[in-house]
């Protein structure tokens, strides 16, 4: 008789339940979160085990890098649909949560997620890592804008390289206390600065040496990050059997609810799957439409939506688009033509929506 397990991990402790195919429990035990313990507390059924169920998480993941190569059938479900499955419970416990993965497991209800390889979870723990460096960069910058705003001292429009002297030309005639609680504020800023701009001279440099990236910055708009964040996102482009899914992958489709005959309507974008992902695209598109003058096909469809449209809906459109067009690339070995893309009758000169 075949076995199913679920496995409800925490940072310490992680509840085992294991279940056979009529759904009545063999086994409960709860244990610590690591992966030899876990081995051993289901290695007795190792010859029946079927599937063996844990959650989407960093955890879930790193189990997975280490239970699987040691033969456990384990399966990392999608985050989303096994917290609508475990809802249905009246008590929410690790002990029921466990259950309730088991039984997922058993019924198959359940969406596995394609686990990365190690190499692409360290790009995108570098693309992570840079992107919160620049984030708490610019809110440092905008915090101290603000303080010295409350005294008539205002910072202007300056560069990222030229914002600290001028800071301190400001403050040069202040009171010491004022001073000094500026300047250590500088000191911080300074310090995340440096770390942003090694981290970025990182990202150039991976893609500088990596030939897909190269292709993908083919494509008008394409920079660094938005290839390097597409390339982690999609890792096996292979998982997609047609290149206009990707963009429902990233969420990037708009959200359909029907009901009957009276009701049926479309809404805004889904906004699933990988964020960092769907936000490079739309940067490179909005880059395409407004900052590149260029003529290609894909830009002059954009902006041909944006004219009957709104540019905001144009930008959605052509970061759709283009996920489509980079896996292709990707899967062909190509690179980009500009009369490719989108279909164009005519070369038309068309100014963004105002």
Known sequence: MKLYVGLDVGLEETSVCIVDSEGLTVREIKVSTEPETIRSAVEGYADRLDRVGVEASSLGIWLYRELQPVGLPIVVVEARHMRVSLSTMRNKTDR???RGIAQMMRLGWYRAVHVKNIEMQKMRSLLANRKLLKRKLIDLENHIRGTLRAYGLMVGAVGRGEYEARVRELIEHSDPVFSMMIESMLDVRRAIFEG????????????????ICRRLMTVPGVGPVAALSFKVGVDDPLRFARSRTVGAHFGLTPRRHQSGTSIDFEGRITKQGDVAVREALCEAAAS?????????ALRAWGLRIAKRSSMLCAIVAV??????????????QTDFHVGFGAKVTQRL??????
């Open 96 to 98: 029921n949560d466990a």
């Open 319 to 332: 970061a759709r688009k283009l996920a489509s067009i980079l896996h292709r690339m990707w899967i062909n």
């Open 288 to 296: 395409l439409l407004l900052r590149v003058r260029k003529w290609s």
């Open 196 to 211: 942003y701009e090694r981290l970025h001279k990182v990202l150039l440099q991976v893609v500088q040496h990596d030939a």
């Open 349 to 354: 000169r068309l100014r963004p929506a105002q």
